[in-house]
C-alpha cells in the first residue's frame, strides 16, 4: 500500500505516466515499503477492479528479474477491498480499551459482530516486528519478556509478550508456561527479527526471574543474558514487610541499592540493607530478605550493561492496556488460532496507535505513536493508514500447527 488521497488517485491511477511518477517519487521516499528487487526497474503490467469496490481501480506492476506481480493499492481502502479506511478508522481505535465487537456494530458503526472479528483477525497475519521496526539497524539490543495469564474456553493459557525499544515486538499464545511451549512462542518474535535482521543478536533481555522464561530465552539466543527484573525482587519483599513498623526504611534501603553509581557503593549499599533488615525483621519477611540476597549476583548483572533494562516498567506500561482488553472480552473464546491473530491484532494496532493528547502535552513530545517514536517517521497523518502502508510487502502466514 503506498500514501494518497481519495481525490487524487482516480486521475493518476488512470494515466500511466503520472501512474509511474507517483510510484517512483513513492520509493525515493520509502524504499522499504517496496520488494527488494524493484531496484532492476519494473512494468505497468494491468489494471483490474474490485467487485466489493469497483469505484476503486487498482494497477499492477511486474518486475522484470523475477516476473512477478505486485497490486499498487490506495491506503484509504482496506486489505482484499473490505472497505475504506475512513469509515473504521475509529471503530478501530475503540478497540483499544476492549470494546466488544458487538459494541461496535450495535452502538456507532453497523456492519455485524463477524465483520469486525474478521477484519481484526486479518490484520493479526501480517509480520508484527517487519511491519512496527522498519530499519533492521533500530532492532534494540535490550528486550523485556514476561507471560500473560489469560484463558482459551475458560482454561488456563499464556500471552508470550516480548517488548524492546518502546514498542511490542511479540504477544504469542501459549498453552502452558513450560520451557518447550514458551520457546515456541517466543521464537514467533525471533523468526520475524531474523527475517528483517539475519544477524540480530540482543545483548540482555529482562524477565520476572521465571525459570522456564530465562530457559527459553536461552535456547532462542545462547549468547543473551538474561537479567532479574529489581521491580519484581522489591515487590516480593514489600508483599512480606509492608505491615511492619519498618517498611519505610526497607524501601528506601532497597532502591539505595538500585541507585548505585559504581561496583563498590553496590554492594556497600546492598551489606547495608541487609544487616538492617535481620535486625529488624523475623518470620516470613526475613526469609524473603534472604531469598533477595541470593539473587544479588543476578540483579547485578543489569547494572553491568549499559542500556540494559534493570525494570519491566516499560513492559507493564504495555501489559496493563492488554490486560484490560482481555478483562472487558472475558478473555479468549473459540479456537485458538483466532485467539492467536487476534493479540497479534491488537499488538499491531497499539503499536500504531496515537497517544493520548494530554500525555503529549504534558511531555512535549512530537511524537503521536510508538512507531512514529521509533522510525523517527509517518507515512500519514491517519494512525490506520500509517498501519496499512507499513504492511506494505511484510509476510504473512496463518500457524498450521495452532
Known amino acids: 500500500m503506498l500514501p494518497i488521497e481519495p481525490t487524487e488517485y482516480p486521475t493518476i491511477v488512470a494515466d500511466r505516466k503520472a501512474f509511474r511518477t507517483w510510484v517512483d517519487t513513492m520509493y525515493t521516499h520509502s524504499p522499504e515499503l517496496f520488494p527488494d528487487d524493484f531496484t532492476v526497474g519494473y512494468h505497468l503490467h494491468d489494471m483490474r477492479q474490485s467487485r466489493k469496490l469497483p469505484e476503486v481501480s487498482v494497477r499492477r506492476i511486474r518486475l522484470p528479474h523475477t516476473g512477478e506481480a505486485y497490486r499498487v493499492v490506495p491506503s484509504f481502502v482496506l486489505p482484499y477491498m473490505t472497505g475504506y479506511t475512513s469509515d473504521i478508522e475509529k471503530a478501530l481505535f475503540l478497540l483499544r480499551f476492549g470494546v466488544p465487537f458487538w459494541g461496535l456494530s450495535y452502538v456507532v458503526f453497523g456492519r455485524n459482530d463477524m465483520y469486525w472479528q474478521r477484519l481484526i483477525t486479518q490484520l493479526g497475519r501480517y509480520d508484527l516486528v517487519g511491519t512496527t521496526v522498519k530499519n533492521p539497524d533500530l532492532l534494540p539490543d535490550h528486550l523485556l519478556?514476561?507471560?500473560k495469564f489469560t484463558s482459551l474456553?475458560?482454561?488456563?493459557m499464556f500471552v508470550a509478550t516480548a517488548v524492546g525499544a518502546d514498542v511490542i515486538l511479540g504477544a504469542t499464545t501459549s498453552l502452558t508456561a513450560q520451557t518447550a511451549e514458551l520457546t515456541e512462542a517466543y521464537d514467533e518474535s525471533r523468526t520475524e527479527a531474523l527475517r528483517l535482521n539475519p544477524d540480530y543478536d540482543p545483548e540482555t533481555v529482562n524477565t520476572d526471574g521465571w525459570y522456564q522464561t530465562k530457559r527459553a530465552w536461552l535456547e532462542l539466543f545462547p549468547t543473551i543474558f538474561v537479567i532479574r527484573c529489581f521491580q519484581h525482587a522489591y515487590l516480593?519483599?514489600?508483599?512480606?514487610?509492608?505491615?511492619t513498623p519498618v517498611f519505610t526504611e526497607i524501601r528506601a534501603l532497597i532502591w539505595h541499592i538500585y541507585h548505585a553509581k559504581s561496583h563498590t557503593t553496590y554492594w556497600r549499599r546492598?551489606?547495608?540493607?541487609l544487616i538492617f533488615a535481620r535486625e529488624h525483621l523475623t518470620g516470613e519477611a526475613l526469609k524473603v530478605v534472604n531469598k533477595f540476597?541470593?539473587?544479588?549476583?543476578?540483579l547485578y548483572k543489569g547494572w553491568l550493561y549499559a542500556g540494559a533494562h534493570r525494570v519491566s516498567i516499560m513492559l507493564e506500561r504495555y501489559m496493563q492496556p492488554m490486560t484490560r482488553c482481555l478483562y472487558m472480552g472475558r478473555d479468549f473464546h473459540g479456537h485458538r488460532n483466532t485467539a492467536h491473530l487476534l493479540i497479534r491484532s491488537w499488538?499491531?494496532?497499539?503499536?500504531?496507535?496515537?497517544?493520548?493528547?494530554?500525555?503529549?502535552?504534558?511531555?512535549q513530545s512530537h511524537y503521536v505513536s510508538p512507531f512514529h517514536k521509533l522510525n523517527k517517521k509517518r507515512y500519514h497523518d491517519c494512525w490506520l493508514q500509517n498501519l496499512l502502508i507499513a504492511t506494505s510487502c511484510q509476510y504473512e502466514y496463518f500457524h498450521q500447527k495452532r
Open 236 to 243: 516480593r519483599i514489600r508483599d512480606r514487610c509492608k505491615s
Open 145 to 147: 519478556a514476561d507471560e
Open 347 to 363: 499488538t499491531l494496532l497499539h503499536n500504531f496507535q496515537p497517544y493520548c493528547q494530554r500525555t503529549r502535552a504534558r511531555t
Open 293 to 298: 540476597e541470593k539473587k544479588r549476583a543476578e
Open 153 to 156: 474456553n475458560g482454561k488456563r
Open 270 to 273: 546492598y551489606r547495608k540493607f
